[in-house]
């Protein structure tokens, strides 16, 4: 049965309002606050814009449907000024005041393993974007992830450039920092089962302004298709642009960053023709092509994956605090995890025991700036 528009937000407004637990709502004030630990300064203070405003659309719908608990939900935004350092002070930050009854953390996996420590520590659910699969796999039972994990995104980009593009001489490309490092790992690995191993292995350090020898090493090597990993959209427009003035033509699968909003404004054409794992993908379904149409309403400008996890955090937190009925957070643990079929942004939820909800990837093609949907590839081992 088809998933229509209207049936995903009534899907969503059922599962957050539930009414009948309201009564055992054990939280104390006027609101339920949900802290946010977000980029509001420092290179990704972009990106961190739509995704504070992807977290405040979700919390628009949450209150509109009943709110959490039958209070209203307060989102409480703490600048982790793009860095290790300034996460672990934001986060020190919300954790200081004990009404808040869960968190979001970072799409930045590098800065998720900073926050970490203090996760356990604080023993209070935070919801992650960062897609290291470590992070859900080193013992840490309050992070709960609403993205899929670079184990699948590499798969995926392995397969797809190595089965439908029919290439074989891979260049591995990424940042050397928790995340960049575990995505290259993933991608080789993938590779060399599909008995492509990788030309060229090659790192680089984040906030880089000289790609140059990077994109030498590449041509010097005679690969003839890119895979990446880059954490920041500005290293990744500095890097597009140098390689194409240096004569580098090659088809190129990225990580999800290769089609965000803020990589594609700052590469321009130099992103053109190339291919990206996203986890949201417009067309993809019909819960995703739902929350395009309220993010383009309200933002006017076209959502990506910076929006779409954050959508869904506050979606999937506040539809667990309704189950738990208590905002107790062991409870609001087993409700996470209990959460089955729930339809997402960034596609249907279903969470293990780890924290990993989402187990696929969709495959996407830059056309000329526009992002255009190929396929959506689900793992279930």
């Not at 405040?56 to 939900?73: R, S």
């Not at 642009?241 to 580098?248: T, Y």
């Not at 309200?298 to 605090?321: E, G, L, Y």
């Not at 093609?365 to 396929?375: L, P, R």
Request: charged share 20%; hydrophobic share 40%.
């Amino acid at each position: 049965m088809r998933l229509t528009r209207r049936d995903f937000a009534a899907g969503i407004a059922a599962g957050i309002a539930a009414p009948y637990l309201i009564k055992s709502a054990h939280a104390q004030g006027a609101t339920i606050k949900i802290g946010m630990c977000a980029p509001v300064t420092g290179p990704a203070a972009e990106s961190g814009g739509y995704a504070i405003k992807g977290a405040k659309l979700a919390l628009e719908a949450v209150n509109k449907a009943g709110g959490i608990l039958g209070k209203q939900g307060e989102l409480i935004v703490e600048d982790d000024q793009t860095t290790n350092p300034g996460i672990v002070l934001a986060f020190s930050k919300l954790a200081s005041q004990p009404d808040i009854v869960g968190f979001l953390g970072s799409i930045r996996s590098t800065q998720v393993h900073a926050m970490a420590p203090d996760v356990i520590k604080l023993g209070k659910p935070v919801m992650i974007g960062g897609t290291d699969p470590n992070l859900t796999h080193m013992g840490n039972q309050w992070l709960f992830r609403c993205r899929p994990n670079d184990s699948y995104s590499g798969r995926v980009i392995a397969e797809y450039g190595v089965t439908t593009l029919a290439k074989k001489k891979w260049a591995v490309l990424h940042s050397t920092d928790a995340f960049g490092t575990a995505g290259g790992k993933a991608l080789t690995a993938a590779l060399e089962k599909l008995g492509a191993p990788p030309v060229l292995d090659q790192g680089y350090a984040n906030q880089s302004q000289d790609f140059t020898p990077v994109v030498l090493a590449i041509k010097q090597s005679g690969a003839d298709i890119l895979g990446s990993y880059f954490t920041f959209e500005n290293d990744l427009g500095i890097f597009a642009r140098q390689l194409r003035q240096l004569g580098v033509n090659i088809p190129w699968v990225g990580s999800p960053s290769i089609v965000n909003i803020t990589a594609l404004k700052l590469a321009g054409p130099a992103l053109y023709n190339t291919y990206g794992v996203a986890d949201y993908a417009e067309d993809s379904s019909e819960g995703s092509k739902a929350f395009g149409k309220i993010y383009r309403d309200a933002v006017k400008v076209a959502p990506d994956n910076q929006s779409s996890w954050t959508f869904d955090a506050i979606n999937v937190m506040a539809q667990a605090i309704n189950k738990a009925g208590t905002t107790e957070p062991a409870k609001i643990r087993e409700a996470i995890l209990a959460i089955k079929k729930f339809p997402g942004a960034e596609g249907e939820y279903n969470f293990d025991q780890n924290g990993d909800g989402l187990h696929g990837y969709n495959i996407v093609k830059n056309e000329k700036g526009n992002i255009t949907f190929d396929k959506h590839i689900e793992f279930n081992d």
